[in-house]
């Protein structure tokens, strides 16, 4: 007997109700952003460890307030252009996002807890978490779009991505580090993070668990480009895109 009108086999990948958004271009360019933030992340860590001599020499009054700021100005330039490049990797990974969720209602998973409206918000307040929605929400992307379970009513079942674990791990542990020594990433940690004496202060003090905190938030984003690339891979293969 011939299958009804409209019937579609579980598992047949790229087989969609409408037209697929495709990602292969958008992949390419944040995962290069991505790269970029990473390179300007390592050169931030090894410019603070060029001004530590000086921020003991500050703290020690063996030189002057001036002294010690002019010191800080290529850090202040290097941070000024990671935000930017930041920012342009964040924008980009907004849409990469929000156009997977949109696929995956074709690929048929409508019930979802991350929905198109739902990445967009993940993006945005995720930090606040320390990246925990942000987790979940690469779990169920994942699981949704195994190429095996298109149409596949039982989707959710699909074996997770370690990676997502391993870099929620990795920042947490940079974070509860930097907490610690009583700094924050980025500009702010010039700007906000206090008075010129108290960032002598930590960077004379507590450079050791700065650095390590930094290294650990550095593997995170090399644990993510990885898991970037393979969730692109997959949801490519799930929704037909060459």
């Known amino acids: 007997m011939a299958p009804p009108p409209g019937y579609v086999a579980y598992g047949s990948a790229g087989v969609m109700s409408r037209q697929a958004s495709r990602i292969g271009g958008l992949t390419k360019w944040m995962v290069g952003?991505?790269?970029a933030q990473l390179v300007a992340a390592f050169a931030l860590v090894a410019v603070q460890l060029t001004v530590v001599g000086s921020a003991k020499d500050y703290v020690d009054r063996l030189i002057t307030q001036s002294d010690f700021e002019d010191k800080l100005?290529?850090?202040?330039?290097a941070a000024l252009l990671a935000a930017g490049v930041a920012l342009a990797g964040s924008i980009l990974m907004i849409v990469w996002t929000f156009r997977i969720s949109r696929n995956l209602e074709s690929l048929g998973h409508p019930e979802r807890k991350f929905t198109p409206g739902a990445t967009v918000a993940v993006n945005l307040l995720g930090g606040c978490t320390l990246g925990i929605i942000n987790f979940f929400m690469w779990r169920e992307l994942w699981k949704a779009s195994d190429p095996s379970m298109?149409?596949?009513?039982?989707?959710?079942?699909?074996?997770?991505?370690?990676l997502p674990a391993v870099q929620l791990g990795l920042t947490i542990g940079g974070a509860v580090l930097s907490g610690i020594a009583g700094a924050v990433n980025g500009v702010t940690m010039f700007r906000v993070g206090g008075k010129t004496s108290d960032i002598a202060e930590q960077l004379a003090d507590?450079?050791?668990l700065i650095v390590i905190g930094s290294l650990l938030s550095l593997a995170a984003s090399v644990v993510f480009i990885v898991f970037a690339r393979q969730l692109a891979a997959r949801h490519m293969s799930a929704t037909g895109e060459a």
């Open 206 to 208: 507590h450079i050791g």
């Open 73 to 77: 100005v290529p850090y202040l330039l």
């Open 33 to 35: 952003l991505l790269v």
């Open 150 to 162: 298109v149409n596949h009513p039982d989707w959710k079942q699909s074996e997770a991505s370690p």
